[in-house]
């Protein structure tokens, strides 16, 4: 089992629509979460970064994190075509370790 | 501050030549990471350092793999003996003192082994 499972998608919807993004994770001992847009051939850009169960949000995203169940996930809300791009979740340990485990990253489309 | 900086940007090599890459952190950033990500995958950890100390490295990261970051500022990713398997987007992120607000990453060199 892969320590950060992410469907790899495509996913395909409509301007305006909610779009729900989502993980599992295998270990219980990863502290912090964060979720990344990439543009094609660009840097991974941080869009979301929590440390707890919970909602956080900001502006039409949404980052969820449900420790018990470790499940991640991320809503955005109102999609623009600005949004297609691919987006990757992210865990960690944290303190001295300095290694982000990654999902495969979902491609999102969204169409006008 | 631009952010984190990359150079170069693309890199064509024979298989054989030895490549170096530069990361360029943001300045008030004491930690800097490798990553490397191949198409349709996620970033894959390769090495870190706080500040000039290299604290951790993946056990992906082969002998033809070198790091440095003299004086903490500035790093260089060296591979020696580039094969095929090599040719990938490398990445470069950095963070101030873990994890919390996140990594910022670099555009990334991409190689390509021929």
């Known amino acids: 089992q892969k320590e950060v499972e992410q469907d790899p998608g495509p996913l395909s919807v409509p301007e305006g629509a909610i779009v729900s993004l989502n993980c599992t994770y295998s270990n219980s001992a990863f502290q912090y979460f964060m979720w990344y847009r990439q543009y094609s051939r660009k840097g991974p850009e941080l869009l979301m970064y929590t440390y707890s169960s919970g909602n956080k949000e900001d502006g039409r995203f949404t980052a969820q994190v449900d420790k018990s169940s470790k499940y991640i996930s991320l809503f955005i809300r109102d999609s623009q075509p600005s949004d297609s791009a691919t987006y990757l979740c992210?865990?960690?340990?944290?303190?001295?370790?300095?290694?982000?485990?990654f999902g495969k990253g979902t491609k999102l489309s969204v169409k006008p | 501050d631009t952010g984190v900086s990359q150079d170069p940007r693309h890199k064509i090599t024979k298989r054989g030549q030895n490549v170096t890459f530069r990361c360029d952190p943001i300045?008030?950033?004491?930690?800097l990471y490798w990553y490397r990500q191949t198409l349709g995958q996620g970033p894959e950890f390769l090495t870190y350092?706080?500040?000039?100390?290299?604290?951790?490295k993946s056990r992906l990261l082969s002998d033809r793999f070198s790091a440095e970051r003299p004086k903490g500022s500035f790093s260089t990713l060296e591979i020696q003996r580039t094969e095929q398997g090599d040719s990938a987007m490398y990445l470069c992120a950095s963070s101030y003192q873990g994890e919390r607000g996140g990594y910022t990453f670099g555009s990334g060199t991409r190689l390509t082994v021929v």
């Open positions: 300045s008030e950033h004491n930690r």
């Open positions: 992210a865990t960690g340990y944290g303190g001295s370790q300095g290694n982000l485990i």
């Open positions: 350092f706080q500040n000039e100390a290299q604290l951790e």
